[in-house]
């Protein structure tokens, strides 16, 4: 029964970031009546609605007062550089709605989400700014947690310039550079990104050193860099597409030259990593042939591509990452 109410406890918490109430409530604790015409809730759903939240552990309430819990506060203010609600923006502006065609997506394995209607959905995404900007804040609140952890457990020290490929707003080089002051970085993707990307760049004080390169990592060569990142893209794609492109990435690369792929790893033994799973599972609502795979099955690739060393590394939540090196 837990589980079968999980949807409503969800859409809670997205509603809950889709209309600020965490960002408002980083400014000062308020009570109910505040809140409600501070951020627009009906007073018929005010108590029930934040009382919700402090079970959930996302608020807290004392004598009526209501505050964010710490971890709430950090990640899901909209202010902080750490706010990973991009993703959950995008999971109730699109996502939580095409789950509801979950069971046909078993039934038939086809694309669930805008694509039932005959839409490229990448296409979409790409031409119109707006939800651009929310799919590629939404990858940022994917990859922010990961790329701080990579940021600080590769051996960046032993390299100088690297390259984000399928970069999305930028997340994952803004946190290896902040962390390595030494490392010279670029961002590759289409060219549609490259504004968001900069200004994103810009925000944080790296634009000397992160720069964007424009480009299609199926149809153009990939930047020249001692190590070659690729955060949540190889997912996106079946199993030849992943294969084309860790090729394409060794020969891009140096002799002892780097390949990063991270991912939500599906553990090895395939009955732990719940959020892999999901992720995998939504592979299928989004994408015509995406799957999440194990470590073992990316060091595989990578050792069939030509890499000479492998490994896998946990990472932060349900993130790992394989490393192959030339």
């Not at 009906?42 to 505050?67: E, M, W």
């Not at 979409?124 to 947690?145: C, K, N, V, W």
């Not at 149809?219 to 492109?245: A, C, E, Q």
Request: proline letters at 6%.
């Amino acid at each position: 029964m837990h589980l079968g109410f999980a949807f409503m406890a969800s859409r809670t918490l997205l509603s809950a970031v889709e209309i600020g109430l965490f960002t408002e409530l980083a400014k000062g604790p308020l009570d109910a009546v505040t809140v409600g015409q501070r951020i627009n809730i009906h007073p018929r759903a005010q108590l029930d609605f934040l009382d919700t939240l402090v079970t959930l552990k996302l608020l807290h309430r004392a004598n009526g007062v209501y505050s964010n819990s710490p971890e709430a506060d950090l990640f899901l203010d909209r202010a902080k550089p750490s706010y990973i609600g991009g993703l959950l923006e995008m999971f109730s502006a699109r996502l939580f709605g095409h789950w509801a065609h979950f069971t046909e997506a078993l039934r038939t394995g086809q694309q669930q989400n805008e694509s039932r209607d005959g839409v490229d959905i990448f296409k979409e995404l790409y031409a119109d700014p707006a939800r651009l900007r929310q799919f590629l804040g939404a990858m940022a609140g994917l990859s922010i947690p990961g790329a701080q952890a990579m940021a600080k457990q590769f051996p960046w020290k032993n390299y100088k310039t690297f390259a984000d490929v399928g970069c999305a707003q930028g997340a994952a080089p803004v946190q290896i550079a902040l962390a390595n002051p030494h490392l010279q970085a670029v961002g590759f993707d289409l060219p549609p990104v490259g504004p968001i990307f900069e200004e994103y760049v810009a925000a944080h004080g790296l634009k000397d050193r992160v720069k964007f390169q424009a480009g299609s990592f199926f149809t153009d060569p990939l930047p020249s860099v001692d190590v070659i990142v690729m955060g949540h893209v190889l997912h996106d794609w079946d199993l030849p597409t992943k294969k084309m492109l860790i090729k394409k990435a060794y020969d891009a690369l140096p002799a002892g030259g780097a390949f990063i792929a991270y991912e939500t790893l599906i553990d090895d033994a395939r009955c732990e990593n719940l959020s892999s799973f999901l992720i995998s599972l939504n592979m299928i609502i989004e994408t015509p042939g995406g799957f999440d795979y194990t470590g073992a099955d990316g060091q595989a690739w990578m050792k069939e591509a030509g890499f000479r060393e492998t490994r896998v590394e946990h990472l932060a939540g349900p993130d790992g990452m394989v490393v192959g090196i030339k």
